[in-house]
């Protein structure tokens, strides 16, 4: 009942910047905290940053700090990560994710995007 997708992802290189968005589709639902997490092939999947259904900052990963910054638009049910001055370090397959609540089963779930590669040159 809930499609999140990911979108902005790329190749750039050190130093530059990236906007990755994502949009959460679907119905009878409402978005809760959201969150940005990334994974390298082999290894686990790590938070980025997260944010509250207030549009709070609640936590980012130490490595970002500084650089990165998560933002949502609750109307539009769309989590933002502006990622700047990035390091080669940065590339892995970013995943967007949604505490969701469904009204008709009611209970509250989380969902995954499909996930978008960011590279980053060295």
């Known amino acids: 009942q809930v499609q999140l997708v990911e979108s902005g992802g790329g190749l750039v290189q050190a130093g530059g910047s990236l906007r990755l968005s994502c949009a959460a589709s679907?119905?009878?639902?409402?978005?809760?905290?959201m969150g940005w997490y990334r994974q390298v092939p082999g290894k686990q999947r790590e938070l980025v940053a997260v944010i509250n259904s207030g549009g709070s900052v609640t936590n980012y990963a130490d490595s970002v700090k500084g650089r990165f910054t998560i933002s949502r638009d609750s109307a539009k049910n769309t989590v933002y990560l502006q990622m700047n001055s990035l390091k080669p370090e940065d590339t892995a397959v970013y995943y967007c994710?949604?505490?969701?609540?469904?009204?008709?089963?009611?209970?509250?779930?989380?969902?995954w995007g499909q996930g978008t590669q960011v590279t980053v040159s060295s």
């Open positions: 994710n949604a505490d969701v609540f469904d009204y008709v089963l009611g209970y509250g779930f989380g969902s």
């Open positions: 679907g119905s009878r639902f409402s978005i809760n905290a």
